[in-house]
């Protein structure tokens, strides 16, 4: 069974600085998906960046990037330039690729890290 | 931007009774989802949802829970007779073919009392 873990329950960060957020995970799974959740306080769960396990390259979106170390089985989150609107619960999340007509492909979450962002 | 819609937002009931949890996917999705997160806890997988059965559920998603697409627009979850550790938050989420990144609902609060 997979497993995702985020030892970080709290972090804290003053407004445009840099903030790294750790996860690992553990898998047997060779392909499979890796993702940041943000969680605002509206509690709506909303996609930040993805990873494909396949694909060396770490992925960014915007002031967001991901460092993925497969053999580490570790998937970090860098938050450039913190805005007051990325205080939020952070979750990462683990998919096993079941390919495009897999019926499932869910999701397993860790336990989160809250971010706060302070002025 | 398609959204997938949940309603309602919140949702008191009494122990024991039943209550339908409504979500509305994206249109062209064909993968469904429920998940929980039972407060300061992490979020849980509950039971996925393609060509109008279930292809997973969750040791969590018991005889108490079914989950019903009635008319090809609505997505459904059902609880039967609610017991106090089901007050949680419910999170509907779709995809479509091809594209892992789910988009999920804003949640419904149901608070069991």
């Known amino acids: 069974a997979q497993t995702v873990t985020q030892s970080q329950p709290e972090m804290s960060v003053q407004e445009a600085e840099t903030v790294t957020l750790s996860c690992t995970y553990d898998t047997s799974e060779n392909n499979y998906y890796l993702f940041w959740y943000k969680q605002p306080p509206s509690r709506q769960m909303i996609l930040v960046i993805r990873q494909e396990a396949y694909k060396q390259q770490n992925a960014t979106e915007n002031r967001f990037s991901v460092n993925f170390q497969k053999a580490a089985k570790s998937f970090s989150l860098k938050i450039s330039d913190s805005q007051l609107g990325d205080t939020a619960m952070y979750f990462c999340?683990?998919?096993?690729?079941?390919?495009?007509?897999?019926?499932?492909?869910?999701?397993?979450f860790g336990t989160g890290t809250l971010l706060a962002v302070q002025p | 931007e398609p959204e997938v819609t949940q309603t309602p937002s919140h949702q008191v009931t009494q122990m024991g009774q039943e209550v339908i949890l409504r979500c509305v996917p994206i249109s062209n999705h064909l993968y469904f989802y429920w998940y929980r997160q039972i407060l300061g806890q992490k979020v849980e997988f509950l039971v996925s949802f393609y060509n109008n059965e279930i292809s997973e559920k969750s040791e969590i998603f018991d005889d108490q829970f079914s989950v019903e697409r009635p008319d090809g627009s609505n997505f459904t979850l059902k609880i039967r007779s609610t017991k106090l550790e089901d007050s949680a938050m419910y999170f509907c989420?779709?995809?479509?073919?091809?594209?892992?990144?789910?988009?999920f609902g804003s949640g419904t609060r149901l608070t069991v009392v």
């Open positions: 999340a683990f998919m096993k690729h079941e390919g495009y007509g897999g019926a499932t492909n869910k999701l397993i």
């Open positions: 989420a779709s995809r479509d073919t091809g594209d892992y990144g789910y988009t």
